[in-house]
């Protein structure tokens, strides 16, 4: 069974704590995604990689940096967490370009910032 | 702005009933897929839709994409306890870098 495993199901940080989000996934994926969702405001994309070692800025990249030095591992960075990043995080995989775009996505991580 | 309207944003009804979900653009897209998505889980992929005026049926649920490939909806016949959850809605868009977009979603709650 194809999968999409994100680390921390729910994760409580203080303000200014650094915080590492992973997503790995077992599909041989090139492309991997990270977005976040908030009520009434859908899922937003942050930051996606076509590569290892390749990222692209999404749609919110303020406040965040990626990693992908393994094809299968994607991190999302908080440097210094703040209280209007507490958010649901949902990491996402997808076949190379020339697909229809359809995502598999983890299961979320739920990150409040006190 | 969103790019991709989807409506209801809520719907409550009770189990039997027949319903319908929108998801509207004035953007043409490649393809559109419809999620579900169960509290503290991620989207599951339910179906995607590639062809103008194309069909799709999974069990109770049938899945249309509109001629000009700009919207779709979303039946669901004689609704059970079970469909509930959040629905997105998402299209490729055609022009540009391929670059997914996703409607607000549908809170479906269905009563017994």
């Known amino acids: 069974d194809v999968k999409v495993t994100q680390s921390s199901r729910y994760l409580v940080k203080r303000t200014g704590e650094k915080v590492f989000l992973e997503c790995v996934q077992d599909m041989d994926h090139e492309n991997m995604f990270w977005y976040r969702q908030d009520p009434g405001l859908g899922l937003r994309l942050i930051y996606f990689?076509?590569?290892?070692?390749?990222?692209e800025k999404g749609d919110i990249p303020e406040g965040y940096s990626v990693s992908r030095e393994k094809k299968e591992r994607f991190s999302l960075i908080l440097e210094s967490a703040s209280t209007n990043q507490t958010s649901m995080y949902l990491c996402?995989?997808?076949?190379?370009?020339?697909?229809?775009?359809?995502?598999?996505f983890g299961e979320g991580s739920r990150l409040t910032v006190l | 702005t969103q790019l991709l309207e989807q409506s209801p944003q809520f719907l409550s009804i009770q189990e039997g009933e027949n319903l319908t979900v929108y998801c509207n653009s004035s953007?043409?897209?490649?393809?559109l897929q419809w999620y579900r998505q169960e509290p503290g889980e991620g989207p599951v992929l339910l179906v995607t839709v590639v062809t103008g005026g194309e069909v799709k049926k999974l069990k109770r649920l049938t899945f249309q994409f509109g001629d000009a490939r700009k919207d779709s909806s979303l039946h669901i016949t004689a609704a059970q306890t079970g469909d509930t959850g959040l629905y997105l809605c998402?299209?490729?868009?055609?022009?540009?870098?391929?670059?997914?977009?996703f409607g607000q979603g549908t809170r479906l709650t269905i009563n017994p």
């Open positions: 953007s043409v897209f490649s393809s």
């Open positions: 996402a995989s997808s076949p190379p370009a020339g697909n229809t775009g359809e995502l598999f």
């Open positions: 998402a299209g490729l868009l055609i022009q540009g870098a391929q670059k997914l977009v």
């Open positions: 990689s076509y590569d290892v070692k390749m990222k």
